[in-house]
């Protein structure tokens, strides 16, 4: 008898096992929702009582080192002889730097009678000389003045970058995200309904293994990139670097779709078990839960390398039988 992975799915739908990873999941999934609602609260209440003051950080007299502020203005009264620099701040330059000055989310003002000997970089602000500013003759100027205000608030609450504002228009990125990923799990599911069968399949038996393959994946791909890009020639790292791109974004597009579909499967089990099952209802169900899942605050990062760690094992196990050497005799029953 010839066993297929359709014989296989139809037979065992979602092993127990897996039933009880998942519902061990939602139950984390849950307390870690409540406990981060409970954090944002007290969060939120703590700014709205707090009162936030615009302190500069003064540098007097001669510093060898760099003078940097995280979050707040540097404001150079001395002589700074390594440099200075502020995330989410101003730099404002009353005496000497003789290194680099740069600023992000910031902007970099150079008074009346102060030097710079290196280069000014501006990203997110401006570059504000006096009337004759004292520049090295072989310093040069790098600007970029967009998203000022957003970069300053990023650098000074880092925290906003994993926590989205909820909004109308947040609500219905999410919903024409869903739609895009429900019609391109709808096609490619008509295009390769064997191929997406077996990554079910090989999801629900083999889930450690294709986890642990992803992210052996996921750090080689991690460290080899840049090795490459540093040390082996140009045609042969952009290669690399092409190569790894390709990898990650075609193992992140069969990922999505068979993590959509098998969560889609359990869901329509667990709460529709009545009636004829639909792959479209169950694709819709599982690709809403994990759009919902990548929504929340502070936890999205994590969901999303779930799935590319996943997406990156399922990919690279294509090529394997879904037993792995080992014969599954409690789940497929041979047929006369």
């Known amino acids: 008898m010839r066993i297929t992975s359709a014989t296989i799915v139809s037979d065992l739908p979602l092993s127990n096992r897996y039933d009880q990873f998942l519902m061990q999941f939602i139950y984390r999934v849950g307390g870690l929702m409540l406990l981060i609602l409970t954090m944002f609260v007290a969060i939120q209440a703590q700014v709205a009582t707090s009162s936030p003051t615009e302190t500069p950080y003064l540098v007097q007299g001669v510093s060898d080192t760099m003078a940097y ?25 009353e005496g000497t730097v003789e290194g680099d000055v740069a600023a992000i989310g910031g902007s970099v003002i150079q008074l009346e009678g102060s030097r710079i000997g290196g280069d000014v970089i501006v990203i997110g602000g401006s570059y504000q000389p006096g009337r004759v500013p004292n520049r090295a003759a072989s310093s040069t100027t790098i600007m970029y003045a967009g998203y000022e205000q957003e970069l300053r608030n990023m650098m000074r609450n880092p925290t906003e970058m994993i926590r989205p504002q909820l909004s109308a228009r947040y609500v219905g990125l999410r919903l024409l995200a869903v739609l895009f990923w429900f019609v391109v799990s709808v096609v490619l599911t008509a295009a390769l309904p064997g191929t997406i069968s077996q990554g079910i399949a090989r999801l629900q038996l083999t889930t450690l293994r294709v986890a642990i393959i992803g992210f052996v994946a996921s750090a080689i791909i991690g460290a080899g990139v840049p090795f490459s890009l540093h040390y082996f020639p140009t045609p042969l790292s952009a290669l690399i670097g092409l190569s790894a791109f390709l990898l990650i974004l075609v193992a992140g597009l069969f990922g ?56 990156l094992g399922l990919a690279l196990t294509a090529r394997y039988r879904l037993g792995w050497g080992r014969s599954h005799p409690s789940f497929i029953s041979p047929r006369p």
């Open 69 to 93: 502020g995280l979050g707040r203005s540097v404001k150079i009264t001395g002589t700074v002889k390594n440099g200075a620099i502020a995330l989410g701040g101003d730099v404002i330059v």
């Open 256 to 311: 999505r779709v068979v993590i959509y579909a098998a969560t889609g499967r359990w869901l329509q089990r667990k709460l529709l078990p009545f009636g004829r099952n639909s792959e479209s209802v169950a694709l819709l169900m599982g690709t809403s839960f994990w759009v919902a899942l990548s929504s929340l605050p502070y936890i999205w990062p994590l969901v999303i390398a779930v799935m590319i760690v996943t997406g």
